[in-house]
C-alpha cells in the first residue's frame, strides 16, 4: 500500500511538474466589446484599470453599437492606461441586426460612412464582429460587398460563423485577412480546422469560449496543442465581454488565457498571447 501510494505521488508529481508556470507577458485581448449595456455599468477608467491589472495592453474594439469603440478610442485615458485601442467597425446598431446584416443595405452603408469618419484612435482596421447563424447567408449581397470590401481596403474580418461559411466568405475575398471568434464555437473538429488553415492562408483564430481548447483544470489539451504549435502565426487570445457578467469576470478570463499559454514554450506562447495579433496590426510590443 505505501507502495502504491508512493507511485501515485510520483506520478501526480510529474503530471503537476509538466504544467509551466503562466504565462507573463503582455496580452492582447482580440475579441473586446464595450457594448451600450456595458458602457451604462462599467466607466471607462474601470473597464481600463480591469486591463492594466489584467496585463492586457492592446485590444481590438468592437461594440454594439460603435460608440463604445469610439468612447474608448476618444481621449487620453487608454494612452494613460498603456492600451492600445485597434478600432473595428460592427455592423449592429441594435440587436435586430444580428439577424438579416448580411442583406441589409443600410448595414453596407453606415459601415462605408465609420469607416470613411475614422476615430480619434486612428482609422479603423476591421470589420466585425458578424454573426452568421446560417452558413448559406455568407453568400448574402451584404456579406458578399463587406468581404470584397475589406479585402480592398486592407482590412481585417472578425468572424462568429461555422466551418462551412468560412470557405464561403473567403471565396469571395481570398486575400482578406478572416480572424475566426473562437475557431469555431460549434465544436468543428481539430482536423477540420486544420484542414482550414491549411486551404486558406490568411485565416486566424481566435480562441475564446473555444470547445475542447482547454481540460477541466483550465489546462491546453494535448490536441489543441499540437495544433497551435503547427500553425505557430495563426492563432490569438480574446475575452469575448458580450454580457456584462464578462466585464465582471475580466481578470478571470485574462488568468484563465495566461494559465494555458503557459503550457506552451515561451516563445510561442507570447506569439499567441501578444505577438500575432500586434504583428497583424502594426503595434509595437509594450517595454
Given at each position: 500500500?505505501r507502495?502504491?501510494?508512493?507511485v ?5 508529481g510529474?503530471?503537476?511538474a509538466?504544467?509551466?508556470e503562466?504565462?507573463?507577458g503582455?496580452?492582447f485581448d482580440?475579441h473586446?466589446?464595450?457594448?451600450d449595456e ?7 477608467a474601470?473597464v481600463?484599470?480591469?486591463?492594466q491589472?489584467?496585463?492586457v ?11 463604445g469603440?469610439l ?6 485615458q ?5 492600451v492600445?485601442?485597434?478600432p473595428?467597425?460592427r ?5 435586430a441586426?444580428y439577424?438579416?446584416w448580411?442583406?441589409d ?10 469607416l470613411?469618419?475614422?476615430t480619434p484612435?486612428g482609422p479603423?482596421?476591421?470589420?466585425g464582429?458578424f454573426?452568421l ?10 456579406a458578399?460587398k463587406l ?5 480592398d ?7 462568429h460563423?461555422?466551418?462551412?461559411a ?7 475575398a481570398?486575400r ?5 471568434a ?7 473538429s481539430?482536423a ?5 488553415l491549411?486551404?486558406?492562408p490568411t ?5 475564446s469560449?473555444?470547445?475542447g ?6 489546462h491546453?489539451?494535448?490536441p489543441w496543442?499540437?495544433?497551435i ?17 464578462r466585464w ?5 478570463l485574462?488568468?484563465?488565457a495566461?494559465?494555458?499559454?503557459g503550457?506552451?514554450p ?15 496590426f ?6
Amino acid at each position: 500500500m505505501r507502495r502504491h501510494a508512493l507511485v501515485a505521488a510520483l506520478v501526480l508529481g510529474a503530471a503537476i511538474a509538466a504544467h509551466a508556470e503562466p504565462y507573463t507577458g503582455p496580452l492582447f485581448d482580440t475579441h473586446l466589446h464595450y457594448n451600450d449595456e456595458a458602457v451604462a455599468a462599467f466607466p471607462i477608467a474601470d473597464v481600463l484599470a480591469r486591463m492594466q491589472r489584467s496585463g492586457v495592453r492592446a485590444i481590438v474594439a468592437n461594440s454594439r453599437p460603435n460608440d463604445g469603440t469610439l468612447a474608448l478610442a476618444t481621449g487620453p485615458q487608454a494612452l494613460a492606461a498603456g492600451v492600445t485601442v485597434v478600432p473595428f467597425v460592427r455592423l449592429y446598431r441594435n440587436r435586430a441586426d444580428y439577424s438579416g446584416w448580411f442583406a441589409d443595405e443600410s448595414i453596407h452603408t453606415m459601415v462605408q460612412q465609420q469607416l470613411g469618419s475614422g476615430t480619434p484612435a486612428g482609422p479603423y482596421r476591421g470589420i466585425g464582429e458578424f454573426h452568421l447563424y446560417d452558413s448559406a447567408n455568407a453568400n448574402g449581397p451584404v456579406a458578399r460587398k463587406l468581404m470584397q470590401l475589406a479585402q480592398d481596403k486592407g482590412l481585417a474580418v472578425l468572424a462568429h460563423v461555422d466551418d462551412d461559411a468560412i470557405d464561403l466568405l473567403l471565396k469571395h475575398a481570398p486575400r482578406t485577412r478572416l480572424i475566426w471568434a473562437h475557431t469555431g464555437i460549434g465544436g468543428a473538429s481539430v482536423a477540420r480546422v486544420r484542414a482550414l488553415l491549411l486551404k486558406h492562408p490568411t485565416l486566424m483564430g481566435e480562441l475564446s469560449y473555444r470547445p475542447g481548447l482547454t481540460d477541466a483544470d483550465g489546462h491546453l489539451s494535448a490536441p489543441w496543442k499540437a495544433l497551435i504549435a503547427a500553425f505557430p502565426d495563426r492563432f490569438m487570445i480574446g475575452s469575448d465581454t458580450w454580457v456584462n457578467a464578462r466585464w465582471s469576470d475580466y481578470e478571470g478570463l485574462m488568468g484563465g488565457a495566461r494559465l494555458w499559454l503557459g503550457d506552451l514554450p515561451p516563445a510561442l506562447a507570447q506569439q499567441v498571447g501578444w505577438g500575432n495579433a500586434a504583428a497583424l496590426f502594426g503595434v509595437p510590443t509594450p517595454r
